[in-house]
């Protein structure tokens, strides 16, 4: 009995394996991924399984292959779809979108809302500046600063 070498033993694919590949890719062996067509092809040689595996994926081959092919949809036809969605749109009174001014329309009210805010703090904020301030909680940060630095005494001391 002959021994098979190494290679052969590695290229060689299992049962399981080849009814994978007809399932998946169909009988002819043309179909089939180029890294294991030749050993597939070696497994339907020496297996007589291979012809049961084989039968009904040819069939549905076949039959694939006599279906006739639909003819592409001619731009005509296209044309007219696409009229006749757009009358349907205007007879039910529904506008075509409009996304930029979409866009705007929820844009425009948040920004001046945050233009009456900001101007509103600018002007508030300048108020505040030009305003007097009365009682003991607005003393004047200067005079505190003078008075703990000592420079209240040495003006009185040159004068």
């Known amino acids: 009995m002959a021994r098979k070498s190494e290679r052969e033993m590695a290229a060689a694919i299992s049962e399981k394996r080849f009814r994978r590949i007809v399932e998946s ?3 002819n062996p043309l179909n089939w991924p180029d890294g294991e067509r030749d050993s597939a092809l070696r497994f339907a ?3 007589n ?4 595996f084989i039968a009904e994926p040819a069939a549905l081959d076949r039959t694939l292959n006599d279906m006739p092919i639909p003819a592409p949809a001619d731009e005509v036809l296209i044309n007219q779809i696409i009229a006749a ?6 007879a039910a009174g529904e506008q075509q979108p409009r996304r930029k001014h979409q866009r705007l ?3 425009l009210p948040r920004l ?11 002007f508030l904020g300048f108020l505040q500046l ?3 301030r009365v009682g003991p909680a607005s003393i004047d940060a200067n005079i505190l600063i003078y ?3 000592g420079v209240e005494d040495d003006l009185r001391e040159i004068n």
């Open 85 to 90: 969605k757009n009358r349907a749109a205007a």
């Open 105 to 107: 329309h929820w844009l």
């Open 45 to 47: 040689e020496e297996n």
């Open 147 to 149: 008075g703990a630095s």
């Open 112 to 122: 001046l809302g945050l233009a009456v805010a900001c101007g509103l703090g600018l």
């Open 25 to 27: 890719y169909g009988a």
């Open 130 to 132: 030009g305003a007097k």
């Open 49 to 52: 399984r291979a012809a049961v």
